[in-house]
């Protein structure tokens, strides 16, 4: 028999942490043109001018955080994130749900919603700029279409995959439609749904940050695109780096919810223990 040999925990971080040092270094080396010769470009400058340097693009957080100028831009768009992925979530939820237990809603509305799912969602950037204006309600619109379709098919599929023997047993033992839904149907879905924020964090960040391209005055979106016009790399690249940094926080958030809430699971290998 062959056994699963899982790494330690404590080894597996400082691994990560090397690998995030290595490819700062590897990245320092190539865009110095001190340190090799020029292998792309006939000009070793050029490297630095379009990959960046990584020392200046650390330099240009520190600055960020130490003169306070990113505290503004950052808290508009994680405003704007957190609301995209709350209220996305909670339609995708609410929505997957009624039309996993309505066969015939769910039958009328499959053409429909099979449509909107593919449309490139960014193209309604500008309408909603119409309709809500330049605040942070056409961003946070933008992140609702963004993370709702991720959310609903999980929760769609998620009550389907309901056992059917389950089902039966819950209805022998007298369960009615509400305790079906809090017992069974919920439970079942919620590792799916679990599993699909873990993308809508990403994908809600993406409606701020695109949303805030196309109109604001604040946001680290509009931090990057100010630095875009006048060719600043590094600039760009700090706030790629600070807007990947908060999204893998708000991912753990999303992890430590869905460890206490699943507790009830059983880990992978367990039930063969049994």
């Avoid at 149907?185 to 940050?209: E, I, N």
């Avoid at 931090?223 to 893998?248: P, R, S, Y």
Wanted: charged share 15%; proline share 5%.
């Amino acid at each position: 028999m062959w056994k699963t040999l899982r790494p330690n925990r404590a080894n597996l971080v400082i691994w990560q942490w090397l690998l995030l040092v290595l490819c700062f270094v590897l990245w320092y080396v190539l865009t110095s043109p001190t340190l090799v010769p020029p292998f792309y470009f006939d000009d070793p400058d050029k490297a630095a001018f379009f990959f960046g340097e990584p020392q200046k693009v650390l330099q240009r957080i520190w600055e960020w955080f130490t003169g306070g100028e990113i505290y503004l831009h950052l808290w508009v768009t994680l405003v704007e994130t957190v609301l995209a992925f709350v209220f996305g979530t909670a339609l995708g939820l609410g929505v997957g749900l009624w039309l996993a237990l309505a066969p015939t809603a769910s039958a009328l509305f499959d053409p429909y919603v099979k449509a909107a799912n593919s449309m490139p969602r960014v193209i309604l950037a500008p309408i909603f700029g119409v309709w809500f204006g330049l605040g942070i309600w056409s961003k946070v619109a933008l992140g609702v279409t963004l993370v709702f379709f991720i959310v609903f098919f999980n929760v769609y599929q998620g009550v389907k995959e309901v056992s059917p023997v389950v089902l039966a047993n819950a209805r022998m033992l007298g369960a009615n439609r509400k305790q079906l839904l809090r017992f069974v149907y919920l439970p079942s879905a919620m590792s799916w749904v679990f599993s699909s924020l873990h993308t809508s964090v990403g994908l809600a960040f993406v409606g701020s940050v695109v949303g805030e391209y196309l109109g604001s005055a604040r946001g680290v979106g509009y931090l990057i695109l100010q630095a875009e016009g006048t060719f600043d790399i590094n600039t760009v690249f700090a706030g790629i780096l600070v807007l990947t940094a908060f999204a893998l926080i708000l991912d753990a958030i999303v992890g430590i919810a869905e460890r206490r809430l699943m507790k009830w699971q059983p880990r992978s290998g367990d039930t063969e223990k049994l």
